[in-house]
């Protein structure tokens, strides 16, 4: 059964064994979605109220999370319970068996909330019960409640630098989204982007260093394409199509995080036109996705190894300072601050070195941790 794919060998979570994945017991339910590693987007969590000495615990948020899958036996008079408990040393709260919100079973595929706190990696129980009589039970895991980013733009934000980084966190609570095969793994380089580059990126070391302040999983879907110019993203063009599509994919998401701009250094691109394209992209995607998330602009217009530019640079670099003070946009980070050792060596048209990757991911962690304690989550 799909969401019981915890694998034959051990994990190792939160600097314990997990063990042997749970069986699922000889019933009639099968869980669909969610799906293994998993991060849904949590919402209601306030800055103001996170510190874990907070009278009653920490306001870390919630997720209500989509369940659906197929139930074909003992449909009449019944209803769905579930309950999550944290994988071994996992950070979360434990819930008691609840009733799942707004259950409806139609032809034997069955449509529910369950409302999970922010936390994880969970191990989520589900179950159909007549009256006292549990009739119907499965279990799926890991299962994370947390912050969700979107990342696009070009070669900066997929595979063109020169580690493949992998996730130090002990319970490898840094997952991505595989849109070719519509799965979530562990977040480790190469990530899963549409270009098919295949050498390091920076995303690895940005979630390892955003878990202990925000103290949930981080999940990330790059949709990012490297050569690409603002103009290739505009509406109507697959770039814009598959961005529109994240939604459909993993719901809401807290943030898009744009690392974009070399190509249109190359194209000559006017402040204008940069400031009309990235207002057109955005507008066009938030009213698809029904929800208008933040978008951090990066500065990110140096490429050393292939051109050199200063006036087209600073044509990119002050449309994206324009954008910052328009609502909805908001200042990333800027990483043409990193010369000299931080890029790849001599005749390479890779973006980072080693080190680099990891300055700039310092470089976004600051950004990310500035938005994240501005204000709540949506």
């Known amino acids: 059964m799909r969401v019981l794919i915890a694998v034959s060998i051990s994990w190792f979570w939160c600097g314990a064994t997990l063990g ?18 998993q991060v849904c987007q949590r919402t209601a969590f306030d800055p103001a109220r996170a510190h874990p000495n907070e009278p009653g615990g920490p306001k870390l948020g919630f997720a209500d999370v989509v369940l659906r899958g197929t139930l074909t036996a003992g449909i009449a008079d019944g209803e769905f319970e579930l309950r999550v408990e944290p994988v071994r040393g ?36 589900l179950r159909w019960k007549r009256k006292a009589e549990v009739i119907a039970e499965t279990a799926m895991e890991p299962l994370g409640v947390g912050d969700l980013f ?21 319970g490898q609570r840094v997952a991505a989204y595989d849109f070719s095969t519509q799965s979530w793994r562990i977040a480790e380089d190469p990530q899963p982007v549409p270009d098919s580059s295949d050498g390091g990126s920076i995303w690895p070391a940005v979630g390892d260093l955003l878990l202990p302040s925000s103290r949930v999983p981080i999940g990330f879907v790059n949709v990012a394409w490297g050569g690409t110019s603002s103009r290739q993203w505009l509406p109507g063009e697959s770039l814009h199509r598959r961005l529109c599509a994240v939604t459909q994919a993993v719901g809401r998401f807290r943030a898009v995080l744009w690392q974009q701009g070399e190509s249109d250094v190359i194209e000559k691109t006017s402040s204008d036109q940069y400031v009309e394209n990235l207002q057109r992209i955005r507008g066009a995607a938030v009213e698809a996705w029904g929800f208008a998330p933040p978008w951090l602009l990066a500065k990110s217009t140096l490429h050393p190894t292939v051109y050199t530019d200063p006036a087209a640079e600073g044509r990119i670099r002050s449309a994206i300072d324009r954008l910052a003070r328009i609502p909805g946009f908001r200042p990333g980070q800027d990483t043409d601050l990193l010369d000299g050792e931080y890029r790849g060596g001599p005749g390479s048209r890779r973006h980072f070195s080693a080190t680099g990757q990891r300055r700039a991911a310092e470089l976004w962690f600051a950004a990310l941790v500035h938005e994240l304690n501005q204000s709540p989550a949506e």
């Open 20 to 37: 042997e994945p749970p069986q699922k017991s000889a019933s009639s339910l099968t869980l669909r979605q969610p799906v293994p590693f």
């Open 150 to 170: 979107v990342i696009a733009g070009q070669s900066y934000a997929t595979n063109c630098n020169d580690e493949r980084l992998k996730i130090i966190d002990p």
């Open 90 to 125: 996992c950070m979360g709260s434990a819930t008691t068996w609840s009733v799942a919100r707004e259950q409806s079973v139609q032809d034997g595929q069955f449509h529910a909330i369950a409302r999970i706190p922010a936390g994880g990696w969970y191990r989520l129980q």
